[in-house]
């Protein structure tokens, strides 16, 4: 066991971690790296030792606010990543954010609370990921969460957990989006009560939030790294230092520390682990610091002069993601959220949410959902028979899975002319047939990775998406909006901003909607995989006890281990595999 040392819960300076012993080291303070520092803590005969490359959440006043998260996009919160030119997307390049904070990219996301489907982990287990099943990880997404009801929006409160420490609920909905659940179900889509259910996401639903009583984002950074557990004199929290390699014993076969720095100006330190080193630095930074390592494909390592510690040429390989495109729809004015785009208006807003926790600024900025099968022939008709190499794969993870998701935001995510007003609803492929990969461009840790996420690359991906978009517009037509929003019966201007969603569903051609997907797409920043769980070093990085192939007391935990990709937002699944793996390890030290 290594010492237990009494300084500060925040560390700033490495150099006061140098040359001193830990039992774990846990490499990055993202959503699993904040789980696994509480529960591996617990046990205060050990001493936990956790370090994030950015700063604390505490004082980040646009992480607290759940409206206010666009703001901390391309901030010092964010790793600013850019992507390749996208083929697919005319050669456009697609920022790709993550977050580079305590909390990792659940303090600058949207605040989506969802299991995703129960085949997904299903799946995982018949692809080898022994352990991982939906009956296995079911506790684990209960565990965390305390659950605050809505009056407005019951659930079924078997299926909720209520003594965790994550708090959920269902925070502002306006009253746009409540109509637009109605007009979904007026196209064919059944209404569910709750996405987060052994029966899955299908369906039209109001969104479940990490959003906690004061109406403040709950974060895994605000939930797990409580002021209480910050109080660990076990617990060493290091903050704005960069990992920059993993060290190993001298025959290459354990992880035995860590270098780390301030920036690329200062001195680089050394800390030793005398248990594990666990990289939960993300689907990007993990595989990313890998590479640097020694760990990854050795033929690329080799060109870098980067000494190949281990073989495993899947590293950095398997990068899924989701991709959107934001459609814009005008809407007549006083029924939208847009108003707040004007600084006076929305003093009234902030005001409310500083005194009460209450209103607009609670909203996650994307309230309602529907999860659909892009074969669903009761949506989709006659098209649903495509299945050709040209047209739809079914990549679902089972028949009760969906491969579409379509959500609806109450303001433009795009700016607008002046007083103009406008909702967005995100059509959205959550298991995409495209997949990507990452690289590194040198062998210094200061350069950021060359990332490929291959958006779009497969052709049923585009088949998906259009019907995405096509479904989208049929919803906005529905009589149910009619009052509400301001369409036009029709519109060829593809360069305008309310185009497609001026558009006549019936007479939008296949060609324009295409180029303009091509011209639009972003992402959803759910990247995962990138050091997925699997059966051998041959076609995977991690086991099913997710620790590296060939590398003894070095573990990945974090969305890279995704053997494949989750129909859904991937925060929960994160948080539940991050509290199943710190029970694996401690039953193992037992």
């Not at 904040?34 to 370090?51: F, G, K, P, Q």
């Not at 565990?143 to 409160?157: C, K």
């Amino acid at each position: 066991m290594g010492a237990s040392f009494s300084q500060p819960a925040y560390v700033s300076n490495p150099s006061e971690l140098a040359d001193k012993l830990y039992d774990y080291i846990i490499i990055g303070g993202g959503t699993a790296g904040c789980v696994l520092a509480s529960r591996l803590s617990e046990d205060l005969n050990v001493t936990v030792l956790l370090v994030e490359a950015g700063g604390s959440h505490e004082k980040v006043t646009s992480s607290k606010i759940p409206l206010a998260y666009p703001q901390l996009l391309k901030s010092k919160q964010d790793w600013c990543y850019v992507t390749e030119p996208q083929l697919a997307l005319n050669g456009r390049q697609i920022n790709y954010p993550r977050g580079k904070m305590l909390g990792g990219s659940a303090s600058i996301n949207a605040l989506v609370y969802h299991h995703c489907s129960p085949s997904d982990f299903d799946e995982w287990e018949r692809k080898g990921a022994k352990g991982w099943s939906y009956k296995s990880l079911a506790p684990y997404l209960r565990r965390s969460e305390i659950f605050t009801p809505n009056i407005a929006y019951p659930v079924d409160m078997e299926h909720r957990g209520t003594t965790g420490v994550w708090h959920t609920t269902y925070s502002y909905m306006h009253d746009i989006c409540n109509k637009w659940i109605g007009a979904a179900e007026a196209v064919g889509i059944p209404r569910i009560p709750d996405l987060n259910t052994p029966r899955g996401s299908l369906g039209v639903t109001n969104f479940p939030t990490f959003v906690d009583q004061k109406g403040q984002r709950s974060s895994p950074a605000t939930a797990f790294l409580s002021k209480d557990v910050l109080k660990r004199k076990n617990l060493t929290v290091a903050i704005s230092t960069l990992t920059t390699r993993i060290l190993f014993s001298s025959d290459g076969n354990h992880a035995t520390g860590i270098e780390f720095v301030k920036d690329a100006t200062s001195p680089r330190y050394q800390i030793s682990a005398n248990r594990e080193i666990i990289l939960a630095a993300g689907a990007i930074n993990s595989p990313h610091l890998l590479m640097l390592s020694g760990i990854g494909n050795k033929e690329e390592l080799k060109k870098l002069n980067i000494a190949v510690v281990k073989h495993l040429p899947h590293v950095g390989r398997n990068l899924l993601d989701h991709p959107m495109v934001p459609v814009i729809f005008r809407a007549r004015d006083g029924y939208t959220l847009d108003y707040m785009q004007e600084p006076i208006k929305a003093i009234p807003v902030m005001l409310r949410w500083f005194l009460t926790g209450r209103g607009p600024a609670t909203s996650n900025g994307g309230e309602a959902v529907a999860f659909v099968r892009s074969d669903d022939k009761t949506l989709f008709g006659s098209q649903a028979n495509d299945g050709d190499s040209t047209g739809l794969i079914d990549n679902t993870s089972g028949s009760d899975a969906p491969d579409l998701e379509i959500a609806l935001a109450p303001a433009s995510l795009r700016p607008l002319p002046r007083s103009n007003n406008g909702i967005t609803i995100i059509p959205m492929l959550v298991r995409p047939v495209s997949t990507g990969h990452l690289s590194l461009v040198s062998s210094s840790p200061f350069d950021k990775p060359s990332i490929d996420p291959g958006f779009m690359a497969n052709p049923a991906d585009m088949y998906m998406m259009k019907r995405g978009v096509r479904l989208a517009l049929q919803t906005a037509r529905s009589l149910v909006l009619k009052s509400m929003l301001d369409l036009k019966s029709d519109s060829k201007d593809t360069q305008d901003i309310y185009w497609p969603g001026d558009a006549d569903p019936d007479n939008i051609s296949d060609t324009d909607l295409e180029e303009w997907i091509r011209n639009n797409c972003e992402t959803v920043n759910h990247c995962a995989g990138t050091a997925r769980m699997g059966n051998s070093e041959e076609d995977s990085v991690v086991d099913s006890n997710l620790k590296v192939w060939g590398i003894n007391n070095l573990r990945v935990v974090d969305a890279s281990v995704f053997p494949t990709m989750v129909s859904g937002h991937p925060t929960a699944p994160i948080v539940a595999i991050a509290e199943r793996i710190s029970d694996l390890i401690m039953k193992d030290t037992k």
